[in-house]
């Protein structure tokens, strides 16, 4: 238990960083910080209605768009690409490709499948836990294993 004492906080999403960008590369995203940064970029309306999948090595960026918002989303094109490009500070996309799909949120939450942990597991997860004093940051610690975890039944 003195481990956790020498140790300080880090930010989550620096240390997750180097883990997705490999699996960003791998899956054809030569720049994650498209996907990870998609709804500052576009804004949240956009956002909610596309999602980036993949970004080819001449520049071109493949989009999952929902059905009834694929002609809206052509007409923007330019101004999604100069905002990809602006946030990049390089020209990082020359071009869109839009293709449709009926429903995208759909899609994107059966890809966010909670992962299952073991009755032992459990058991580690509340062990520490409980070891936090600060009744606050236990709380948020209890939250946030609830949405990334979900016992096995």
């Known amino acids: 238990m003195q481990y956790f004492k020498k140790t300080k906080p880090k ?9 997705t960008d490999k699996i960003f590369k791998e899956r054809g995203f030569k720049e994650s910080k498209i996907i990870t940064d998609w709804a500052e970029i576009v804004g ?11 970004l080819s090595k001449n520049k071109n960026l493949k989009i999952l768009c929902n059905s009834s918002f694929a002609l809206e ?6 101004k999604i690409i ?6 990049m ?5 020359e071009n869109i490709q839009i ?5 995208i949120k759909n ?11 073991s009755k032992k597991e459990m058991d580690q997860l509340t062990n520490v836990i409980n070891t936090v004093d600060n009744m606050k940051i236990k709380e948020k610690f209890k939250d946030l294993s ?3 975890f979900t016992s096995k039944e």
């Open 146 to 148: 609830k949405t990334i």
């Open 44 to 54: 949240k309306e956009i956002s909610d209605l596309t999602l980036p999948v993949g």
């Open 107 to 117: 899609e994107t939450n059966s890809l966010a499948k909670k992962q299952k942990l």
């Open 11 to 19: 930010i989550i999403s620096s240390i997750s960083l180097k883990i």
């Open 89 to 93: 500070g390089y020209k990082a996309v």
């Open 73 to 78: 989303l052509q007409h923007m094109t330019p």
């Open 99 to 103: 293709f449709q799909k009926s429903e």
């Open 82 to 87: 100069n905002r990809i490009n602006l946030t």
